[in-house]
């Protein structure tokens, strides 16, 4: 497994998020979890959302019968989407986290993210929140996810924590990010900017991004490895890799994302051990450049 360092903690570039666990019953819980630990994942991803916290209450399940884990793992959870919209008052940020920390059977979390941004956020509301959950030490680090480099500039307005993560969709069919960098100024839809340069400005201020939905084309659209008919290049490219490196197809598009310079951390959302262990083996493949432009190519992209 190779790390990445997020807010100097020692986390493993892949991640598993937890927001599929809902399904699962306690044998399932437990398979999932001590398979993706023993593939090297020390970083579990939720929100008090998923499963309406039924998700994270198996989790703290599970550590309430292996409380001897909590040492060697890296929690993070979110928080904000509530209330019939979004809610980042300082009221709703201190309740959201307690009921988390109680679902989750911990009294800490590692990170804590602001889910998706608020137009009604006060930062300096949000500041007080942050202030207080770190004083009680109950959250360590803060992020964010969905934000555009403007939004993380208001937060930080007022909020002195750095902002260690911004949570954003990305994948090789979900990359606008990078292909508007590659079509700066061209007269074509590929050049429109529809997250503010969020990839360079995470670059720039050391904000890791985690790929959420590292397998899924459009919102939820299904699983693009596998899918042959909707992606036969993309499946041809990452079936020639795969026989290549020895690995799954899924772990050659994890390493595509891992290959980037930015330092992703890609949040898996995988339930099932065998797909979890096959797809973290992507961490210790590194493309060649013109591998990664070979994935970029068959998934449709161009350059100019
Ligand atoms: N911040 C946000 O706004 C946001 C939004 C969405 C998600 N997230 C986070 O991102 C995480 C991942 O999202 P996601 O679940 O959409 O991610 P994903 O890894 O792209 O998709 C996982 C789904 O793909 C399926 N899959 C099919 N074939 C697979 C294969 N060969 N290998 C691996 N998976 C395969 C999985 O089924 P099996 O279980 O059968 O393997 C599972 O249903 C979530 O758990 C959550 O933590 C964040």
Not at 95 to 118: C, I, M, Q, W
Not at 176 to 195: E, H, L, P, Q, Y
Request: aromatic fraction near 10%.
């Amino acid at each position: 497994m190779k790390y990445v360092d997020i807010a100097g903690i020692k986390a493993s570039a892949v991640a598993l998020g937890c927001m599929r666990m809902e399904a699962l019953d306690k044998k399932g819980v437990n398979a999932v979890l001590s398979g993706a630990m023993r593939a090297g994942i020390n970083f579990f991803d939720h929100a008090d959302i998923y499963g309406r916290g039924s998700s994270e209450e198996k989790f703290g399940g599970f550590l309430k019968e292996n409380p001897s884990v909590r040492k060697d793992i890296f929690i993070q959870t979110k928080c904000g989407i509530a209330n019939g919209g979004y809610d980042f008052s300082k009221n709703h940020v201190l309740e959201a986290v307690n009921g988390s920390l109680k679902r989750l059977n911990t009294d800490y979390v590692d990170f804590l993210l602001l889910h998706r941004p608020d137009t009604l956020m006060e930062p300096d509301e949000v500041a007080a929140a942050f202030d207080e959950l770190e004083r009680a030490g109950k959250v360590r680090n803060f992020g964010v996810s969905n934000f555009n480099p403007w939004q993380i500039k208001l937060l930080k307005t007022c909020v002195k924590q750095p902002i260690a993560a911004n949570q954003l969709q990305l994948s090789v069919t979900e990359a606008g990010m990078i292909t508007s960098g590659f079509n700066v100024n061209m007269k074509n839809d590929a050049s429109a900017v529809r997250d503010g340069g969020v990839l360079e400005y995470c670059r720039i201020e050391g904000i890791t991004i985690q790929a959420w939905s590292p397998l899924q084309y459009g919102f939820f659209g299904g699983t693009y490895v596998g899918n042959r008919e909707k992606f036969p290049a993309l499946n041809a490219k990452f079936d020639e890799l795969s026989v290549k490196y020895g690995v799954s197809p899924s772990a050659i598009a994890f390493a595509w994302l891992l290959r980037h310079p930015a330092k992703i951390q890609v949040v898996a959302g995988s339930m099932n051990p065998v797909h979890i262990a096959e797809a973290a083996a992507g961490a210790d493949v590194t493309l060649t450049r013109s591998e990664w432009y070979g994935i970029y190519f068959a998934a449709g992209h161009t350059l100019p």
